[in-house]
Nanobody
Framework: QVQLLESGGGLVQAGGSQRLSCAVS????????MGWFRQAPGKEREFVAA????????DYADSVKGRLTISRSNAENTVYLQMNSLKPEDTAVYSC????????????????????WGQGTQVTVSS
């Protein structure tokens, strides 16, 4: 069983920065591709960023490219989301997700491609 726990959310002013962390339990982290998704009130969950098992490949939603950076530490069993130049429209519950995969370089974009989810952390960006 893979368990995920996000941290680092909170209130930040527009233009500010915040870093989210997602700690993954178990010995399977290095076998998992990871992703971040977000859901704003009244909206569907949307893809934010993804990183491959190896960490060599990443991908981002167009709305966050150049502002958000996903990274991972296999030694710490943790995936990060560094968020810079935050905007009010970034306000949402952010959730990390994990997918066990034999492919070291693949990234995944759809929620249905992930098997394990964290409980989410609220990020609120004030204008």
């Amino acid at each position: 069983q893979v368990q995920l726990l996000e941290s680092g959310g909170g209130l930040v002013q527009a233009g500010g920065s915040q870093r989210l962390s997602c700690a993954v339990s178990g010995r399977t982290f290095s076998s998992c591709a990871m992703g971040w998704f977000r859901q704003a009130p009244g909206k569907e969950r949307e893809f934010v960023a993804a990183i491959s098992r190896s960490g060599n490949n990443t991908d981002y939603a167009d709305s966050v490219k150049g502002r958000l950076t996903i990274s991972r530490s296999n030694a710490e069993n943790t995936v990060y989301l560094q968020m810079n130049s935050l905007k009010p429209e970034d306000t949402a519950v952010y959730s990390c997700a994990a997918r066990l995969t034999p492919y070291s370089g693949d990234v995944y974009h759809r929620p249905l491609e992930y098997s394990y989810w964290g409980q989410g952390t609220q990020v609120t960006v004030s204008s």
